[in-house]
């Protein structure tokens, strides 16, 4: 069988689909147009020209040109699973279409925040999405993202702080983060929290956490930490903090970090609590004042998710799901 994975890839979750495909013994590539950039000053320079006189991105056009003659050389494939439709226009993915006999797409951003055109959707045999309220509105079927890391057991680590927590800037975040920062003060928990931004931000981030004691470790940065080195930062904590983005109604990436590191979750997501590995003693959902955090989640051992309860969040069944390899 050959199946080809075509996403942007901006975290670099999506080569992990690629390596369980292949671990299966499936033919399997991938085509990561995130890597497709412009190679010096010249095409930045023309590129910026022609986005604002002709209304047109080169490097847009450059990435869709790279998946087409990319599929041309791969030949045709059994399925192909296309995790950004929204980076496409309608024309490269009518070509897309062409190249297999079975087309599907993963959204694992909401539609509110990531909108797809019906002309586009029209296009896949099936369509998964994370988002719950998506699911219900658009008849998608509704899939969690997945556990893509090697099970750890809790013992088999030596945490030294009680919270972590990594976010891009996002005021709705922001907001909240001051909130649980003074309560984890009064609590006199350790915790670490950076907040990664765009230039410019830093000065404005640190107005916000003016007020903050100088033990609270909050690290504020424009360079995105490499996606090898984020288990290593969970390690070191008994528990990860995960907060939702603006009309989000799905489950991050963060809660099956978690699950794979036996860590225990502190969220504002309220429909964590309709899953089956929902587990009070492992799970806190924050009210909006964070009143209900309390010393002894932190101090409660992690209660082991059951094993056929975990397995159903692991990448090789998410495969199975998705490309129907059961």
Request: aromatic share 12%; hydrophobic share 40%.
């Amino acid at each position: 069988m050959k199946i080809c994975v075509i996403s942007f890839d901006f975290w670099g979750y999506d080569e992990h689909i690629v390596e369980a495909l292949c671990a299966k013994g499936i033919n399997a590539h991938h085509i990561k147009i995130g890597d497709v950039t412009h190679s010096n000053f010249s095409e930045r320079a023309t590129n910026a020209v022609s986005k604002i006189f002709l209304n047109k991105n080169l490097k847009t056009e450059k990435r869709q040109k790279f998946v087409l003659d990319s599929l041309e050389n791969l030949g045709h494939q059994d399925q192909i699973l296309v995790l950004n439709p929204d980076t496409f226009d309608l024309a490269t993915l009518e070509k897309i279409r062409k190249y297999t006999d079975r087309l599907i797409t993963y959204l694992y951003d909401s539609l509110d925040r990531l909108a797809v055109e019906e002309q586009k959707l029209i296009l896949f045999d099936k369509i998964f999405s994370f988002d719950i309220a998506d699911s219900k509105r658009n008849d998608f079927e509704k899939l969690t993202n997945y556990i893509y890391l090697p099970h750890q057991k809790s013992e088999d680590q030596n945490p030294q702080m009680d919270l972590f927590y990594i976010t891009s800037y996002d005021n709705k975040r922001v907001s909240l983060i001051k909130l649980l920062a003074k309560r984890l003060i009064d609590l006199k928990l350790k915790f670490q929290i950076m907040v990664i931004g765009k230039k410019g931000w830093k000065h404005q981030l640190k107005n916000i956490f003016i007020t903050v004691p100088e033990q609270l470790n909050i690290i504020f940065s424009i360079k995105k930490i490499c996606h090898e080195k984020l288990p290593e930062y969970y390690k070191n904590s008994k528990a990860l903090l995960d907060l939702t983005r603006e009309n989000q109604h799905g489950l991050s990436f963060r809660v099956f970090e978690a699950m794979a590191l036996e860590k225990k979750i502190i969220t504002d997501n309220e429909y964590i609590k309709n899953y089956d590995f929902y587990n009070p003693n492992n799970i806190l959902v924050l009210n909006e004042t964070c009143s209900n955090l309390d010393k002894s989640f932190f101090e409660l051992p992690y209660q082991k998710i059951p094993d056929d309860v975990y397995y159903k969040y692991t990448l090789d069944n998410w495969v199975n799901v998705v490309f129907k390899l059961r």
